[in-house]
């Protein structure tokens, strides 16, 4: 952080979050407040005074200005101040979040910080686009947006929460696309080739790059000199030093693409990096979901173990048979396999067949032989399944950590309407967005127009975990019983 000075504190952010890829969201309400708030807060990003480091650490990283502990106070009040909205609209006042007014009728513990602060991120995407000198094979993040043009790219080295070997996988890759004779693709109607790089590293050091590239009208001859010109630089010209394991290749004429949709190219290297949690070991593929915070990681999976496998420990001791978990949205199996020792079975469903595949793989690795992975869209396969898995009697708690999205609202009524299910753990890194409408569906009274008929949940006990240190979010993990 030698470019920047912790000086120029930016604006008070209880009420201003910031999300992770630069670019600014507010509190939900439209009020003139917060519309004064949102437009200072782009003025300050785009301050005289501030240099372009100090502007995108703002973006990225909004809280690298305060000590470790005063960003943990500052996310717990968050928390705080959203599950007093959740309380408020169970009480009948939607309205109010104020956490005076909305009392918590359930515990919310303190935050558990993260092992590890600085460099944290075990995947980075770095994207291409004009820098501030005007180069426009520039390799960093965005600042301002394509609607107003002004975007500008600036290079990462100084974020806190990025690691050193991240940082220079993103600086060779930019020298070279810069003596690479194709242009990069900024604009996908306006040509170029070069897009992202994706960065993927594991405790141990180990790399995976993945390049994505725009074919434009080449042939997959002329695609393939230039396979072989990044190949050569990676693995014995100067991009060598960087050390990869492995290094992909995707090509792609839309902004995100999946493995089946145009398959990931291994051009050099394993397929795979692995990771260790909890004493279990995991396979990575290029497009693999994985927390990116691999210490914290076991930190949030130590604590979803605990609250999943207390109602099976109680059964256990009464004689009971043992819960089955479902795990939606289970990802590479982590949340289950780093479970499947405390409950008689696990049934994860996933929408990634790539992400399944692993996860079939990670139980056999560990040897783990109560675990079954189904591919497919949770709305989809979650209201048969509950159905078959109600016949076979024991009890049922499920765990769910979708995306900022939320869930579909056909997998929450599938999991309201199964009344085997009494324990349901949600995992979520945006709470106070979509999440919340799972929370108030799950826990309304039963609502016939809506098919919402089983009986409903009520909110027990709340954990945060710092996942994303100098950032405001937090995964927050929010137990429901009934």
Known sequence: ??????????????????????????????????????????????????????RLADAVTPLWRLSYDEQLELKQKHQETTLSQLVGHLSGDPK???????????????????????????????????????????VGFYLGTGKQGNIVCVNGDHLLNMPEKHKLVARCYQDFIR????????LFHSGGHWREVTV????????????????????????????????????????SVCQLDSLFFQESSMTRCTHEKSPYQLLYGQPHIYETVLGFKFRISPDAFFQVNQGAAEVLYGTLRDLISANTEKGEKQGKPTDTLLDVCC???????????????VIGIELIEQAVE?????????????????????????????????????????????????????????????????????????????????????????????????????????????MFPHTPHCELVLLFER
């Open 179 to 186: 003596q690479s004779p194709l242009d990069p693709c900024l």
């Open 200 to 239: 993927r590293t594991n405790a141990t050091g180990h790399t995976m790059a993945i390049v994505y590239f725009h074919p434009q009208t080449l042939t997959p001859e002329e695609v393939a000199v230039h396979q072989t010109d990044l190949v050569d630089y990676f693995m014995r010209g100067p991009g």
């Open 358 to 466: 692993d996860a079939v793989h990670n139980a056999a690795l560990n040897n783990v032989l109560n675990c079954k992975f189904i591919s497919g869209k949770a709305e989809a396969v979650l209201p048969g399944l509950i159905v078959d898995l109600s016949c076979t009697g024991g009890g049922l708690t499920a765990v769910v950590n979708p995306a900022r999205a939320g869930l579909h609202y056909r997998v929450v009524r599938a999991l309201r309407n199964q009344p085997n299910i009494r324990r349901l753990v949600y995992v979520s890194c945006k709470p106070d967005g979509e999440a919340m409408r799972n929370f108030r569906e799950l826990c309304c009274p039963p609502d016939p127009q809506k098919k919402l008929t089983g009986e409903a949940f009520s909110p027990i006990l709340a954990i945060p975990v710092d």
């Open 96 to 138: 109010s979040s104020s956490p005076v007014k909305n009392k918590l009728t359930f515990p919310l513990l303190p935050i558990l910080p993260s092992p590890v602060r600085d460099g944290y991120r075990n995947k980075s995407t770095f994207s291409v686009n004009r820098g501030a000198d005007g180069n426009t094979k520039t």
């Open 1 to 54: 952080m030698d470019k920047l000075k912790r000086i120029n504190p930016i604006i008070p952010l209880i009420q201003l979050y910031i999300l992770e890829d630069g670019y600014i969201n507010s509190e939900n309400d439209k009020t003139p407040a917060t519309k004064r708030r949102r437009k200072s807060q782009k003025n300050h990003l785009w301050s005289d005074n501030l240099s372009w480091e100090e």
């Open 331 to 345: 990802g590479t199996g982590a949340i289950g396999i780093t479970t499947s020792p405390r409950v008689e079975k």
